[in-house]
């Protein structure tokens, strides 16, 4: 009779691992986060991430889809505030932005379907984001300083 083999298994205590820092250059930010893991043969990709008290990434596409399980806080998006207990999906393509409310840090897992990456409306290398004015774009969402 064959023996089941056993795999082994990947387990990151985040309790216990310090936050790293993810930089995004375009709006000068870092953002903590734990990664949790990155499919070597697909790009997918699963972290705990928190966006601090007001802070917005702002219009941005990705070619990847992309979503939020929600810990702790509150996830502010282009489609509403989602709450600890909310799976927010992002199909890939679309535009969108998403953060923390004012008020309090947000806390996620944050996982993708593929290999990440983030193009910004207005960076020059966006072709899913929609045309929009930058005007437009300031009075929809809250803009991060950018360098």
Known sequence: ?????????T????NKTPWQPFPVPYIGANLDHNPLHEDAETGMTIL???YRAGFTNPWHSHFCGHGFYVLDGILDTHGGQYGPGSWV????????YHGATKEKDVTVLFI??????????GDGSDPCALEMDPADLKRMVPQPLQK
């Open 48 to 50: 705990k991430l928190t």
């Open 1 to 9: 009779m064959p023996t089941a083999k056993t795999v082994p298994l």
């Open 112 to 121: 993708t379907n593929k290999k990440f990456s983030i193009h910004f409306v």
């Open 89 to 96: 999906w992002f199909p890939e393509g679309g535009t969108m």
């Open 11 to 14: 387990v990151v205590d985040t």
